[in-house]
């Protein structure tokens, strides 16, 4: 069973294949708590109910789309994502797992709250995509003053784990994005860089903070600059330009 916040057809906003139509399936729960999380229906207040693999396979069979997104909260935290990506992918469908490269094994990482049982981390998962859309975290998402100081540890103990980015990008086609709010977090992702290994500059794409249109636009008045002096892919959230910041797109 997966806990599945919403499932929705709309049009992806971010990263390569922006304007493609797309169908959108958006798990819930989180082992990160990044602080301007804007889905925290599905992070830090899960919500929606338990499905079945073959109750989300409905779903999609039901949709035309030939492009499908797992996505979250932090899809790669369930023990059962390895088996529903490979039924997506067996029905000829194109897959981008969205993830923020925290996770690689099986088990509960880390979706309970304090006080409740313990990470278990017992074998790697065996999943297979057509993209992975990796989303490292930086110092900027730690919820310092929005959570308590339990969840602040443990955010900014899980959210750097290089390794585990690079191993998915060893696994085939991959993006990396990362959401920056100041110059000091592009120089955050020049330094995270120098770290990983294996990436290419044209999969580098930076993001701007924001959930609205005025938001997005006083970001891209100097990340553009930057994204072009540094050789980097600037990614605007179209997503919020079409529709606005709500659920369903």
Same mark, same amino acid.
């Given at each position: 069973?997966?806990?599945i916040a919403?499932?929705?057809?709309?049009? %992806?906003? &971010?990263?390569? $294949?922006?304007?493609?139509?797309?169908?959108?399936?958006?798990?819930?729960?989180?082992? @990160?708590?990044? *602080?301007?999380?804007?889905?925290r229906y599905?992070?830090? &207040?899960?919500?929606?109910?338990? !499905?079945?693999?073959?109750?989300?396979?409905?779903?999609?069979?039901?949709?035309?789309?030939? +492009?499908?997104? @797992?996505?979250?909260?932090e899809p790669?935290?369930? #023990?059962?994502?390895?088996?529903?990506?490979?039924?997506?992918?067996?029905?000829?469908?194109? $897959?981008?797992? #969205? /993830?923020?490269?925290?996770?690689?094994?099986?088990? /509960?990482?880390?979706?309970?709250?304090?006080?409740?049982?313990?990470?278990?981390?017992?074998?790697? %998962?065996?999943?297979?995509?057509? @993209?992975?859309?990796?989303?490292?975290?930086?110092?900027?998402?730690?919820?310092?003053?929005?959570? &308590?100081? /339990?969840?602040?540890?443990?955010?900014?103990?899980?959210?750097?784990?290089?390794?585990?980015?690079?191993?998915?990008?060893?696994?085939?086609?991959?993006?990396?994005?990362?959401?920056?709010?100041?110059? $000091?977090?592009?120089?955050?992702?020049? &330094?995270?860089?120098?770290?990983?290994?294996? *990436?290419?500059?044209?999969?580098?794409? $930076?993001?701007?903070?924001?959930?609205?249109?005025?938001?997005?636009?006083? !970001?891209?008045?100097?990340?553009?600059?930057?994204?072009?002096? +540094?050789?980097?892919?600037?990614?605007?959230? %179209? +997503?919020?330009?079409?529709?606005?910041?709500?659920?369903? /797109?």
């Open positions: 069973m997966i806990r919403e499932i929705f057809e709309s049009v %992806q906003g &971010e990263g390569m $294949l922006t304007g493609t139509p797309s169908l959108f399936i958006r798990t819930s729960g989180c082992n @990160l708590r990044c *602080w301007f999380c804007d889905t599905a992070s830090w &207040e899960p919500e929606g109910p338990q !499905q079945s693999i073959e109750d989300i396979l409905e779903q999609v069979d039901r949709s035309r789309i030939a +492009h499908v997104v @797992l996505t979250g909260g790669m935290i369930f #023990e059962e994502i390895g088996e529903l990506c490979a039924a997506i992918r067996a029905r000829g469908k194109h $897959l981008t797992i #969205e /993830t923020a490269g925290t996770v690689e094994t099986t088990g /509960t990482i880390g979706v309970a709250p304090a006080g409740e049982k313990p990470d278990t981390r017992d074998s790697v %998962q065996q999943v297979d995509c057509d @993209l992975w859309s990796i989303s490292p975290k930086l110092s900027n998402s730690t919820p310092i003053g929005y959570a &308590e100081d /339990t969840w602040v540890r443990r955010h900014d103990a899980r959210r750097y784990t290089p390794h585990i980015v690079e191993s998915l990008i060893a696994r085939g086609e991959y993006q990396l994005k990362f959401v920056v709010g100041s110059i $000091l977090d592009a120089e955050e992702v020049l &330094e995270y860089l120098k770290r990983l290994r294996g *990436w290419a500059p044209e999969r580098v794409m $930076l993001m701007p903070r924001g959930t609205t249109h005025e938001e997005l636009q006083l !970001q891209l008045s100097w990340l553009a600059n930057w994204c072009r002096s +540094h050789d980097l892919r600037l990614c605007d959230r %179209q +997503h919020i330009h079409w529709f606005g910041n709500r659920r369903g /797109t």
